[in-house]
């Protein structure tokens, strides 16, 4: 599978601390999505960042990407209670072209708990 | 600005029945996704749609049928419901980016939740 894989699975912080989640894929990608669901919720996407860039940042979010190594990784600085939710990275795949395939393929996610 | 919503919210249908869950946008966004979400399994792909009358199979495609007669509207259809499709479906949608690089970001509806008894 193409999957993304993400850890940990589950993170409980106190309010103030960093939050650091991980994201694994297995091919070459045109570019690298995350997105945030709260409890019962659609997805609402974050930051994206492109095969070519390495970071970027979003207000307390920075996002990092290792093409060498295949992963990305989403942290959130200065975590508050209101960033409790599931957070999932999603992966636009290169097809044999060399362009998307137009869909995304999402990893399992982690659970972020913030306690206040 | 209505964006995407999706209806029913909550569905509650029998084995064997036919059950269809309906995306509607207001982007004129040229592609469509529906997902599944299951415990365990993340976000699933059942179907996409890059256009009018033109739909792709994702990951999970067996026991749904999908249709795209408009850009705004795209249904899923479960012919046949089975206890397996119980789930919480979300509908997607995003605009088409001129260029080698089609990328781009998806807007999630808030998800029908679907109970096969």
């Known amino acids: 599978s193409q999957q993304g894989e993400e850890d940990p699975q589950a993170l409980s912080i106190q309010e103030g601390e960093n939050a650091t989640m991980n994201c694994s894929y297995k091919?070459?990608?045109?570019?690298l999505q995350w997105y945030r669901q709260n409890s019962g919720r659609g997805l609402v996407h974050l930051i994206l960042?492109?095969?070519?860039?390495r970071e970027k940042h979003s207000g307390r979010l920075r996002v990092t990407l290792d093409t060498s190594k295949k992963s990305s990784s989403l942290l959130i600085t200065a975590s508050r209670a209101a960033d409790t939710a599931s957070y999932f990275c999603?992966?636009?795949?290169?097809?044999?072209?060399?362009?998307?395939?137009?869909?995304?393929?999402f990893g399992q996610g982690t659970i972020l708990t913030v306690h206040p | 600005d209505a964006g995407i919503t999706q209806s029913p919210r909550y569905k509650i249908t029998e084995t064997g029945r036919q059950v269809t869950l309906m995306c509607h946008q207001t982007?004129?966004?040229?592609?469509m996704f529906w997902y599944r979400q299951d415990l365990g399994h993340g976000l699933r792909l059942i179907y996409y749609?890059?256009?009018?009358?033109?739909?792709d199979k994702g990951e999970v495609p067996d026991g749904y049928v999908v249709s795209r007669s408009k850009t705004e509207n795209f249904p899923l259809t479960l012919e046949s419901a089975t206890r397996s499709q119980t789930s919480v479906y979300f509908c997607?949608?995003?605009?088409?980016?001129?260029?080698?690089?089609?990328?781009?970001?998806?807007?999630f509806g808030a998800g029908t939740r679907l109970s096969v008894l």
């Open positions: 982007w004129s966004h040229s592609y």
């Open positions: 999603a992966t636009d795949f290169k097809n044999a072209g060399g362009t998307s395939y137009g869909k995304l393929t």
């Open positions: 997607a949608s995003r605009r088409a980016q001129p260029g080698p690089v089609n990328s781009g970001i998806q807007y």
């Open positions: 749609s890059a256009a009018a009358d033109i739909t």
């Open positions: 091919t070459s990608i045109n570019n």
């Open positions: 960042i492109r095969s070519n860039e």
